[in-house]
């Protein structure tokens, strides 16, 4: 069974920093594709940033330039740097795990609450 926690959320002013970390239960190198969605109230989930095993990353246009996704294969833990933070910011934010085989199988941790007050 595969979990995936989320840490490093809270409460931070506009143009602060924080750093999300996501652990997983096994090697995330078993993983093909690890990142971060986030979701606001009332808001679907979006994509945030994603990293492939080969360690090619890709963001949303939102966040380009202020947020840096990384991961450490020996910790399996996948993080999210985020500076020059903004109350748009603000949502819940989930880290998944997708191993393609057969079918592709897709895996969510619970969630943790980023807020950034103005």
Known sequence: QVQLVESGGG???????????CAASGSIFSFNV????????GEQRELVAI???????????SVKGRFTISADNAKNTVYLVMNSLK?????????N?????????????QGTQVTVSS
């Open 34 to 41: 690890m990142g971060w969605y986030r979701q606001a109230p």
């Open 97 to 109: 795990a997708k191993r393609f085989l057969t079918s592709v199988s897709n895996y969510w941790g």
């Open 51 to 61: 990293i492939t095993k080969g360690g090619s990353t890709n963001y949303a246009d």
């Open 11 to 21: 409460l931070v002013q506009a143009g602060g920093s924080l750093k999300l970390s």
């Open 87 to 95: 109350p748009e910011d603000t949502a819940v934010y989930y880290c």
